[in-house]
């Protein structure tokens, strides 16, 4: 299995784009997160709704963003089924969920791999570079 991709943040951190500023360059047009995560769907039922909302209570502040609602849900059906079959599910599923987890910077060796906006910070840090 290859290794993740390195977050940009992280890399800048490390000081990556000063040593090699053509890798800063190359990720000068990444996605820039905003809006904030919009309400579940509407056709989403209460008990997942109650999961959803206590995915972002317990989410990083200035981390989830409008795209991510997806995730959540995914996250929020996964974590209901688990609760509802007592965590009795096959390893695939389990799997799975710890990965969205990872994704949404919930554990602890994802948290160093997440970097959360400011509110109303639509900034290209890496604009110095192009």
């Not at 053509?22 to 056709?43: F, I, Q, S, T």
């Amino acid at each position: 299995m290859p290794r993740p991709r390195t977050p940009t943040n992280v890399l800048d951190l490390k000081g990556a784009f000063k040593h090699n500023p053509d890798r800063g360059r190359a990720r000068a047009d990444e996605p820039v997160p905003v809006g904030e995560l919009v309400d579940p769907p509407a056709e989403m039922p209460q008990e997942v709704v109650a999961r959803w909302r206590e995915i972002v209570r317990l989410a990083h502040k200035g981390v989830l963003c409008e795209v991510d609602a997806l995730i959540v849900e995914q996250t929020a059906y996964l974590l209901h089924l688990l609760r509802t079959e007592k965590w009795n599910v096959p390893a695939p599923i389990m799997g799975r969920y710890e990965a969205c987890l990872g994704k949404l910077g919930m554990t602890p060796a994802d948290r160093s791999k997440v970097s959360a906006m400011k509110p109303g910070e639509k900034r290209n840090p890496y604009a110095e570079f192009g």
